[in-house]
C-alpha cells in the first residue's frame, strides 16, 4: 500500500491526531496496521452508536444480532473510508469525517434489515387528509388535502407519483426506496425534489398556498 | 396502503410541499455533513442554506446529521 497524498484544502489546520492518521494510514508496517486498527475500532464506535439509536426499527433483533449489524456495518465503512481518503481535505477533524461513513453505514445496514421482510407499497393515489376537531380547521385542512390530491394526480409524472407517495405518505425510507427500485438515493430525492416544486406551483398559482416570502441570504 | 384508514395527517400534507430550493443532493449533503455538524456544534447560530433546506426535506440524511451531532457531543463529555 501506498501512503495516501493530503489534499490541499487550505482551510482548517489539521491537528496533530489527524497528522498522525494521514502519516500511518495505507503504510504496510506496523504503525500503519495500527492506524488501520484503531481506524476500524472508530467505525465500529459510530456504528454502534447509531445501530443502537434505531435498535427500534429492529424489535424482533436480540443484543447479538444487533452487535453483527455493527461489525458488519464497520466493515462497509472501512472500505469506504479507505477508498475515500484521497478525498479528505481536513474541512473537519479526521474522527468526525470517520465518524460518518460509520453512522451512514449503520443506517442503511439498519434499514435494509427492518424493510427485508415488508413490501414496500407504491400508491399511486393520494388519500385525503383526517378531519381535524374544530370545523374551521378541518375545512382549511380538507381544502389544502383535496389541492395536494389533484395536484398529485395531475402535475406529476407516474414515477414522481410512486416515490413521493412512497416516501412522504408511506415512510418508505430513501434508500430502501432506491435499492427495491434500482435507483439512488441521490436520484429520487431529486425526483422528490422536482415534484416538490410542481405541487407548490400548482398550488401557488390555485392560491391554496401562500407565494414563498423572500428566503435568508446564506 | 391501510385501506382501513386511508387518510393522512396535515403534517404529511406539509411534508409534500416543504420547498427544498436551493437544491442540495443527497451525496453532496453527505459530503459537507462532517463540517456542517462541527461547526453547528461550535456556534449554534451556524448557518448553511442550502444543508439546512436539504436536511428539511429529506428524513434519513436529517437523521444521520442528528446522530453524527450526537455522537460528537457525547465524545466531547
Ligand atoms: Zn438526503
Not at chain 1, 495516501?4 to 508496517?29: K, Y
Not at chain 1, 465503512?77 to 479507505?82: C, I
Not at chain 1, 376537531?133 to 380538507?142: C, G, K, R, T
Request: glycine share 4%; hydrophobic share 40%.
Amino acid at each position: 500500500m501506498t501512503t495516501v497524498e493530503r489534499a490541499d484544502s487550505g482551510v482548517d489546520t489539521p491537528t496533530d491526531d489527524d497528522t498522525a492518521w494521514w502519516t500511518h494510514l495505507g503504510q504496510d508496517d506496523p504503525a500503519g496496521h495500527a492506524a488501520m486498527a484503531s481506524l476500524h475500532e472508530l467505525l465500529l464506535r459510530a456504528s454502534r452508536y447509531q445501530v443502537w439509536r434505531l435498535r427500534d426499527l429492529l424489535p424482533g433483533a436480540d443484543a447479538a444480532q444487533v452487535d453483527d449489524l455493527a461489525q458488519q456495518a464497520a466493515d462497509d465503512a472501512l472500505v469506504a473510508v479507505l477508498r475515500k481518503l484521497p478525498t479528505f481535505e481536513g474541512r473537519s477533524r479526521f474522527t468526525t469525517w470517520a465518524f460518518k461513513f460509520g453512522i451512514l453505514h449503520a443506517g442503511v445496514a439498519v434499514r435494509s434489515q427492518a424493510w427485508r421482510h415488508r413490501e414496500v407499497p407504491l400508491p399511486d393515489t393520494f388519500p385525503l387528509v383526517d378531519p381535524a376537531p374544530s370545523p374551521a380547521a378541518v375545512s382549511e385542512a380538507a381544502q389544502l388535502s383535496r389541492a395536494v390530491h389533484d395536484a398529485i394526480a395531475t402535475q406529476l409524472t407516474p414515477h414522481q407519483r410512486r416515490v413521493v407517495l412512497a416516501l412522504l405518505v408511506e415512510d418508505v425510507p430513501i434508500d430502501v426506496l432506491a435499492d427495491r427500485l434500482g435507483s439512488s438515493r441521490n436520484a429520487l430525492y431529486k425526483a422528490l425534489h422536482d415534484a416538490r416544486q410542481r405541487l407548490r406551483q400548482a398550488l401557488i398559482a390555485s392560491g391554496d398556498l401562500d407565494a414563498p416570502s423572500t428566503r435568508r441570504t446564506p | 396502503m391501510n385501506d382501513q384508514n386511508p387518510t393522512v395527517s396535515a403534517l404529511t400534507v406539509a411534508s409534500l410541499l416543504v420547498d427544498t430550493e436551493p437544491y442540495l443532493s443527497c451525496d453532496d449533503c453527505f459530503e459537507r455533513m462532517d463540517q456542517y455538524v462541527e461547526r453547528r456544534l461550535a456556534d449554534r447560530h451556524h448557518d448553511d442554506l442550502e444543508m439546512t433546506t436539504h436536511l428539511a426535506g429529506c428524513g434519513v440524511c436529517a437523521e444521520e446529521a442528528d446522530a453524527l451531532e450526537a455522537l460528537l457531543r457525547e465524545d466531547a463529555q
